[in-house]
């Protein structure tokens, strides 16, 4: 049996989808024969829709998601079907690219997997909001087709799979919630794990690209909260510089970048987590959360918040708590406190942090329900 990888983006590049592509392509690969299909634009559809969204901008100030133009759908749906001829494969796996599936004319049976429809992030990722309506219209169309083409839907949490029942009417049963793993090629074993804590001294880690949508502020001012009454606090800052000065403070750590795919960053990476206690991440729009995989596979509670996705991946009292989106830095700050001044509550919720990591939160796990439906799939 041979499957066929359908995405945008290359999953032999761990950067692709902050390495999800690459992390799935692999669990797929330990059980068939996999084939990618990953196309290139043309140079005259990309001329048609970069003008497309400079002139959207300059004349209608509104923004432009031009993977989600029917013309680029389309284009890719054609390159798709003509590939399949020359390539033919028993299954279609579509890692979040609806436009490769959406008009495709392929009868081959499709799973496909992503962690949002398009209209439930309309407006609520910054990059998704102030789109011209006739982008919406066209990016809702074809997302719908995607979902309607699919044989089955692995969706990243209960949050996506309810939005497709309603926004697009998707049968629940064919939906299943899988959530993602760790994007790490190397997880370290329960025995050791920094399972022991100190009572009132405290690593906290915000770990996030973007600061303002991982709730950057908030994480600040919550921290200058608890210094005042915990003077061994430490704050790491992964993958961001604050738009304030934070270097009065030798208690915070700034580290602006680290690349996955290079050996010394990685390690690093590791071992910042390792010394955490607590992964401080007040999101403010999340669709999924492998970085809670990752911390909960270290043995590391997530303190977050409840939206979009999040309550997938981190279950209050099991492997942290997911706060009110109304939550303010007070209120985090208490959290933290209650928890970082009882030292059997943090031995037990790091222990059981690990626990729900290895029965839910990771690879092999989206592996196996990966084959299992493949399998009913291609015995129809």
Not at 22 to 33: G, L, M
Not at 76 to 86: E, N, V
Not at 165 to 174: A, G
């Amino acid at each position: 049996m041979k499957v066929g990888f359908v995405a945008r983006w290359n999953p032999l590049d761990k950067k692709s989808w902050s390495g999800t592509s690459y992390y799935t392509y692999k669990q797929i690969e330990k059980y068939y024969e996999t084939e990618i299909f990953q196309f290139k634009w043309s140079w005259l559809l990309r001329e048609w829709l970069t003008t497309q969204k400079s002139l959207n901008r300059k004349i209608f100030k509104k923004q432009t998601s031009v993977e989600y133009l029917k013309s680029y759908a389309l284009y890719f749906s054609k390159k798709l079907d003509r590939a399949l001829t020359k390539r033919p494969v028993d299954l279609l796996f579509v890692s979040a690219s609806p436009q490769l599936i959406a008009y495709a004319k392929t009868t081959i049976p499709v799973i496909y997997m992503t962690d949002a429809t398009f209209k439930q992030i309309q407006g609520y990722y910054p990059y998704f909001s102030n789109l011209m309506n006739y982008n919406i219209k066209a990016g809702i169309e074809l997302d719908m087709q995607a979902f309607c083409k699919a044989s089955h839907c692995m969706l990243a949490s209960e949050w996506n799979k309810q939005a497709a029942i309603k926004d697009y009417k998707i049968d629940e049963n064919k939906i299943s919630v899988t959530p993602l793993g760790a994007n790490m090629d190397f997880i370290p074993t329960v025995d050791i794990l920094n399972n022991n804590y100190e009572l009132s001294k405290c690593n906290l880690l915000f770990l996030g690209v973007e600061w303002d949508r991982k709730g950057g502020d908030i994480v600040l001012e919550a921290y200058q909260m608890l210094k005042q009454k915990n003077k061994e606090l430490r704050l790491y800052i992964i993958g961001c510089v604050p738009p304030v000065d934070v270097s009065y403070d030798k208690s915070i750590t700034v580290i602006p970048f680290l690349d996955k795919n290079k050996k010394e960053d990685l390690d690093q990476l590791h071992k910042i987590f390792m010394q955490t206690d607590l992964l401080f991440l007040p999101t403010r729009a999340e669709c999924a959360g492998v970085v809670f995989s990752e911390a909960s596979a270290h043995g590391v509670p997530s303190i977050t918040t409840d939206t979009g996705g999040v309550t997938t991946y981190v279950k209050n009292n099991i492997n942290g708590f997911a706060l009110p989106f109304t939550a303010k830095a007070a209120d985090y700050a208490e959290k933290i406190e209650s928890l970082i001044s009882d030292n059997k509550k943090m031995q037990e919720l790091k222990k059981s942090s690990r626990k729900y990591y290895e029965e839910k939160l990771n690879w092999d796990s989206w592996g196996e329900d990966f084959y299992l439906i493949a399998q009913k799939l291609l015995m129809k």
